[in-house]
C-alpha cells in the first residue's frame, strides 16, 4: 500500500520516515521531490570489472551546472537522507527529468527498509542536457510492508554521498 503525500508528512512528524531536510512543498499527492547535491562520482577509464575495486573520482557540481553529453554516465547523490525502519522506499525519476533525456536511477529505484542515508542516483544521459545541484531530480514513494521486518544491514548503510559499485564486497 503507497502512502499519500499527507501520511508521508505524517510519518516525518513521527519520526517513522527520515526525509532530512524536509520541505514541504516537495511533497506531492503520494510521493516527495528529491534534488540533486553537490557531488558526483565519474569512473576512470578502462573496464570496470564487478569482481574488483575500480578506480573513480568525485567531483563537485559547479554552481552554474554541468553539462552532460549523450552517452555520459555517473553517479551523484541525493541532497536529502531518506529512509525508514517501517516503509519502504522506491524511487523514480521525475517525468519531466526523463523527458530532456536524463535517466534517473535505471536499475536500483527499490531501497531496503532500514537503509538510511542519502541515496546515489544513477544518471544516464541520451542527449546533451545540464544538470544543477539542487534541481529536483527524483520522487520517492513509501510503501508499507507485510510480514516480519528485517532491517538492511549492508554495504551502503548510512551513505553520505555518491556510492560507487560494491559488487566486489561479493566476491571476498
Partial sequence: MIL???????????????????????????????????????YEGGVIDPKKQHAYEIHDIPAGGLQLEAGDFLLSESLEVIGSNHFVPIIHAKSGTARVGLFVHITADLIDIGSI???????????????YPEMLLA?????????????????????????PSKTYLDYM
Avoid: H
Fill in 4 to 42: 499519500t503525500g499527507n501520511k508521508i508528512r505524517d510519518e516525518i512528524v513521527a519520526g517513522n520516515i527520515i526525509v532530512d531536510p524536509f520541505v514541504d512543498s516537495q511533497l506531492s499527492t503520494n510521493s516527495y521531490d528529491l534534488r540533486l547535491g553537490y557531488r558526483y562520482l565519474k
Fill in 139 to 163: 520522487q520517492v514513494s513509501f510503501w508499507r510492508p507485510e510480514g516480519q521486518i528485517t532491517l538492511y544491514r549492508g554495504k551502503y548503510q548510512n551513505t553520505t554521498g555518491p556510492q
Fill in 117 to 131: 542515508g542519502k541515496t546515489t542516483f544513477q544518471l544516464y544521459a541520451t542527449l546533451p542536457v545540464k544538470v
